[in-house]
């Protein structure tokens, strides 16, 4: 490969050049296989070494491969995606179960949510505008294929909310003096909205949250950790959503 060829693909690391060139960066063969089954269109496609699972693929040296790879180990497969394109059908929300992130800028923990939600049959997710990028290499691959499945969405998510009280759709948040999670009454539908890894759900949102919910800790007097990691509070909270 040229270095200019290669110099395109490290380029895709910053969140400028992918929204400007509508691409993003995958790599692994069972993430590129599972992009390669999906309607997402695949650009390039580079491999080390030939294989039937990916006939089309260029094959490169391995130390090309090491210069476009954005992993510490770098993979054998690696592929140029272009970006989907994805409308947020706000209607839709009152039928639904819909994660809004507010301020989540971790892209581990963005790509973990990402995964949870497709786990638990959330088909969106509504992000603030100051969230991780959901194509951000990091993202890509923490989502383990789930980035094909749930759309992803950037908004003004005080918005979606204001909408959606106003229509009527629950909206729940988790707050430390919120009510006990397993003991609140939850719908089968409604918005849940997940906070910042450092200040929780702003005031703005928060305003707009109709009930608050606290998962405590065990035994519910026990004083430990302060709180708990987003993701994995994002995992507790949809697990007794769907588990009702």
């Known amino acids: 490969m040229t270095k200019a060829e290669i110099q395109a693909v490290r380029l895709l690391a910053d969140k400028r050049e992918r929204d400007a060139r509508g691409l ?28 039937p699972q990916f006939p ?4 490169v040296p391995a130390k090309d491969m090491e210069r476009m790879s954005m992993l510490k180990t770098a993979s054998d497969v690696l592929a140029v995606v272009e970006k989907p ?24 923990n963005l790509g973990t949510i990402i995964r949870l939600a497709d786990w638990w049959g ?16 990091k993202v890509v691959q923490a989502t383990m294929g789930a ?13 979606v909310l204001s909408d959606a009280r106003t229509g009527g759709i629950p909206v729940y948040g988790t707050f430390l003096d919120g009510e006990d999670i397993y003991t609140s009454a939850l719908s089968r ?4 909205v997940m906070g910042n890894e450092g200040r929780g759900i702003s005031d703005a949102c928060a305003a707009r ?7 405590p800790p065990y035994p519910a007097d026990r004083r430990g950790s302060e709180s708990l990691n987003v993701a994995v509070a994002t995992a507790v909270v949809c697990s007794e959503f769907r588990r009702r």
């Not at 309607?39 to 390039?44: C, E, G, L, S, T």
């Not at 959330?122 to 290499?137: H, K, L, M, T």
């Not at 980035?147 to 918005?159: L, W």
């Not at 539908?189 to 849940?192: L, V």
């Open 24 to 51: 993003f960066v995958a790599e692994g063969a069972k993430l590129v296989g599972e992009l390669r089954a999906s309607p997402m269109r695949i650009r390039h496609l580079y491999a080390v070494a030939a294989s």
């Open 56 to 59: 089309e693929a260029e094959i």
């Open 85 to 108: 394109q994805v409308r947020l059908d706000t209607a839709a929300l009152a039928d639904s179960l819909t994660l809004v992130l507010d301020g989540v800028q971790n892209p581990g």
């Open 122 to 137: 959330i088909r969106n997710v509504v992000c603030s505008q100051d969230c991780a990028d959901c194509f951000n290499p």
């Open 147 to 159: 980035i094909i499945r749930v759309a992803v969405h950037y908004t003004d998510i005080v918005g």
């Open 189 to 192: 539908n409604g918005i849940i």
């Open 209 to 215: 949250v109709s009930q608050r919910l606290f998962i």
